[in-house]
């Protein structure tokens, strides 16, 4: 009886969960910092239906001085996207990175890069107050297994996106 009690707990709550209205496309800038340095990304996200979207992110982020190094990346996410209440909403979802990595202290681990990884964030979508405008705050943990980001990494970013 105990165990039927938590599992119709757990599934009243995940159905409470409404599904979010994705917009169709938004487009901004993504920038943040992590372990492996800082930077900004030029962000589009593409909407495939009323739950789910596609982000693409082009971005560089480095650091300066010795040992320091310049990475230029495409990011790739499927996102999931559940509805909090009005506009506020959360996603998470798999994704990849392919880049050029140049070091600037010895230029042994320049060229290409791969990671693999996610993205988990939680933003807040104007529109339902009638302004075309998304602010979202995320996290994005990825493993690279090719090049000079070898290694696990992560960090945060801030988006501010135009949606349409």
């Known amino acids: ?85 009005g506009g506020l909403n959360w996603f998470a979802g798999p994704g990849a990175r392919v880049g050029l990595y140049s070091d600037k202290s010895n230029g042994a681990n320049d060229g290409l890069t791969v990671s693999v990884g996610g993205q988990i964030g939680i933003e807040y979508d104007f529109n339902e107050l009638g302004a075309p405008l998304q602010l979202a705050l995320d996290t994005r943990p990825m493993w690279g297994f090719l090049g000079g980001t070898s290694g696990f990494g992560y960090g945060g970013a801030f988006s501010l996106r135009y949606t349409f």
Do not use: C
Not at 45 to 59: I, P, T, V, Y
Not at 72 to 85: D, K, M, P, Q, R
């Open 1 to 85: 009886m105990k165990k039927q009690f938590i599992a119709l707990m757990i599934f009243a709550a995940f159905g409470t969960i409404a599904n979010a209205q994705v917009n169709p496309h938004a487009i901004g800038v993504r920038g943040g910092l992590g372990n492996f340095g800082r930077g900004g990304e030029v962000s589009y996200q593409h909407g495939l239906g009323s739950a789910n979207r596609l982000e693409l992110d082009l971005g560089w982020r480095g650091t300066s001085g010795v040992g320091g190094y310049s990475h230029l990346a495409l990011t790739g996410i499927y996102h999931w996207v559940w509805n909090i209440e």
